[in-house]
């Protein structure tokens, strides 16, 4: 309720403030919106969301493969950790830009490349994130399904695994809130479609209704995304847990 | 008979990442027989829990022998340790299948033991839903249904209120009646050690220091002055309860309760 609330009270301040300037350089709620069922007839949107989506899925899972298994072994190895916590801030610093430009620079202005771009920025964070979850492991639990004679995979499987899934959830949605920005920048500077391009498209043509439309259309996607898919997993994979009463 | 435990000049050194070097168990010898409840008496940092991780198999560096025979395992540890995100039931088709308990055997076992203690409502429960002592109280269940031989519990009731913590007693001599598994109760309440064993050991500072029998005939009651009695003049001589340790002539009873320094007599196994 109070989400909603919120929500309504942005968009009405959004309408008070666009008062201020002429409509064609910050237009209204309702402008954008008309403007963005325009796109939306008009069918003009769904190659370009469709790209920027299966980039973002791509470069996740890209991601994911990279991140997760450093973390992990930065997490088990004490000397692996000693050698990758400088790499790890490193590639924490380095703008996702200079990423983007070497990528396109090195393989090309392709999928590939913008895929690896993305995937890129988003490792160190991910990696940071498992990292953190194998030091926490608990190693009571792992012995005590020692005592009980477990065999390895079994302790990776059932005892180990568990443990780290919160992790990798947490790190997959907060990859994902990066994610979503750079793929962005991305199709901007290297890609002849998406919604970064639209955007960039837009803003060459000094058109703010389109660009304040497609803002708001993947901000929208975004949160759908976030709320129908991500948050309903959660839920079921920690089912478990305790209700935190908030 | 052969013991089901069988230690000898067992020796084990930490060391720290600095290389300083720390000895925690100083030549231990111990011999439980099979079928013998036995407490380990001891302030902390004595070293209980170190000797029953090497007893368990879970450290394997150390110096000396320990031999343990006479079946499988069961370590009850000062916490539960149930994985959180499987129920209570979960937590014991884990150990069951952990252990490879032929699985037509399961659920006899889950149900005999969750009976014994009062848990058979709570099997679809995860644990944060259960309380503290129900939570030990399963792991007790979960150490019990892979029927191990020897029985190893690290403090496992010193957590608990005295209510919770008197019954679980009670149950678990009940179930050792029973079965007459070899029990290693590590323990440092006086009171507890001398109602459970049939022999106490005490140990300080990683070493034995004074070994008895308990007099007390079985089956007990847990309020029997016997018990009280025996428990005070254990206390007094533990070093004023401190875990100073005890020059052994101060050792009260000496004669009476059956006392004797390790190092002159130890005791076969009954
Ligand atoms: N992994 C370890 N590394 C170094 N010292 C340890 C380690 N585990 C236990 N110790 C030390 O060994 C001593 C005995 O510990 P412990 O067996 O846990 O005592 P207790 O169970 O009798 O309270 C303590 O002084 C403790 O600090
Ligand atoms: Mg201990």
Not at chain 1, 106 to 115: S, V
Not at chain 2, 34 to 39: D, T
Not at chain 2, 230 to 245: E, H, N, Q, Y
């Amino acid at each position: 309720m109070l989400k909603v609330i919120s929500l309504l009270a942005a968009v009405i301040f959004w309408g008070l403030l666009s008062l201020t300037l002429p409509p064609d350089i910050f237009p209204g709620p309702l402008e954008t919106v008309k403007a963005l069922w325009g796109e939306i007839a008009g069918g003009r949107v769904g190659t370009d969301l469709v790209m920027t989506m299966l980039r973002v899925v791509g470069g996740l899972v890209l991601a994911l493969l990279l991140g997760v298994p450093v973390g992990v072994l930065m997490g088990l190895n004490r000397r692996a950790e000693a050698v990758l916590d400088v790499w790890v801030m490193i590639g924490l610093t380095v703008p996702s830009l200079c990423y983007a430009i070497m990528a396109f620079m090195w393989f090309g202005l392709n999928e590939g490349a913008a895929i690896v771009a993305i995937a890129v920025t988003a490792a160190p964070s991910i990696t940071i994130n498992i990292w953190e979850g194998v030091k926490n492991v608990d190693t009571k639990l792992v012995a005590m399904a020692r005592v009980f004679e477990a065999p390895r995979s079994t302790i990776v499987r059932r005892v180990l695994m568990p443990q780290i899934y919160p992790y990798v959830m947490a790190s997959a949605r907060f990859g994902l809130g990066i994610i979503w920005k750079i793929t962005v920048l991305v199709e901007l500077i290297g890609r002849p479609n998406g919604v970064g391009f639209k955007l960039f498209y837009w803003y060459q043509l000094a058109d703010m209704r389109q660009v304040l439309a497609w803002t708001l259309l993947f901000t929208i996607i975004m949160l759908l995304i976030e709320l129908a898919i991500l948050k309903p997993i959660e839920r079921r994979i920690f089912a478990w847990r305790p209700e935190v009463a908030v | 008979m052969k013991p089901a435990i069988h230690v000898a000049s067992l020796r084990k050194t930490f060391t720290a990442r600095d290389g300083s070097t720390r000895t925690v168990l100083k030549n231990l010898d111990l011999d439980v027989g099979a079928g013998e409840f036995l407490c380990i008496l001891g302030p902390s940092g004595c070293g209980k829990s170190t000797l029953l991780n090497v007893l368990a198999g879970l450290d394997k560096v150390y110096d000396g022998t320990a031999d343990v025979s006479g079946g499988r395992i069961g370590y009850l540890f000062q916490e539960p340790r149930l994985l959180p995100w499987l129920t209570a039931e979960g937590n014991l088709d884990f150990a069951l299948s952990s252990c490879r308990v032929p699985t037509k055997r399961w659920e006899q076992l889950k149900s005999r033991y969750l009976a014994m203690t009062g848990l058979s409502d709570y099997r679809n429960y995860y644990p944060h839903q259960i309380s503290g002592g129900m939570a030990q109280r399963l792991a007790l269940v979960r150490a019990l249904c892979v029927e191990p031989g020897i029985l190893l519990m690290d403090e496992p009731f010193s957590g608990l209120d005295e209510i919770t913590a008197r019954r679980i007693r009670t149950d678990l001599l009940t179930i050792w009646e029973e079965t007459r598994k070899t029990i290693v109760f590590v323990t440092h309440n006086a009171y507890e050690a001398c109602f459970l064993a049939d022999r106490i050991l005490v140990m300080m500072g990683g070493a034995f220091e004074q070994e008895m029998r308990v007099p007390i005939p079985r089956p007990r009651s847990y309020d029997d002055s016997a018990v009280f009695e025996l428990s005070r003049d254990v206390i007094r001589a533990f070093g004023d309860g401190m875990g100073r340790p005890t020059p052994a002539g101060r050792w009260p009873g000496n004669v009476a309760h059956g006392w004797s320094a390790t190092s002159t007599a130890t005791l076969p196994p009954a």
